[in-house]
Nanobody, 122 residues
Framework: QVQLVESGGGLVQAGGSLRLSCAASGGTFNMGWFRQGQGKKRECVAAIRPSGIRTYYADSVKGRFIISRDNAKNTAYLQMNSLKPEDTAVYYC??????????????????WGQGTQVTVSS
């Protein structure tokens, strides 16, 4: 059974950085980070293949966020730089199926983490 445990959220000023971590158990699989702002639909901001080579980024975070993974620790990371108030959301780690060239969606997620709040103040 897949389990995902996140850590690293918090409050940061605009322009600052945060790093989220997701410790996984139950196998090796595609991993992704989704976020859901208040009143908004949950969206995928980044995803990564088990190899760590193939990645996906939403246009809104390209050049600012970096997804990575350490397979020896079975952990994925989301380094978030140049944070903006519009990045404020609950961030969820996910195990998902994902075809290259397509945008990952919530429908493709097989397991979710518990979520961690990220708040960016202006």
């Amino acid at each position: 059974q897949v389990q995902l445990v996140e850590s690293g959220g918090g409050l940061v000023q605009a322009g600052g950085s945060l790093r989220l971590s997701c410790a996984a158990s139950g196998g090796t699989f595609n991993m992704g980070w989704f976020r859901q702002g208040q009143g908004k639909k949950r969206e995928c901001v980044a995803a990564i293949r088990p190899s760590g080579i193939r990645t996906y980024y939403a246009d809104s975070v390209k050049g600012r966020f970096i997804i990575s993974r350490d397979n020896a620790k079975n952990t994925a990371y989301l380094q978030m730089n140049s944070l903006k108030p519009e990045d404020t959301a609950v961030y969820y780690c996910a195990a998902l199926t994902w075809m290259l060239g397509f945008t990952p969606t919530s429908d493709s997620v097989s397991a979710w983490g518990q979520g961690t709040q990220v708040t960016v103040s202006s």
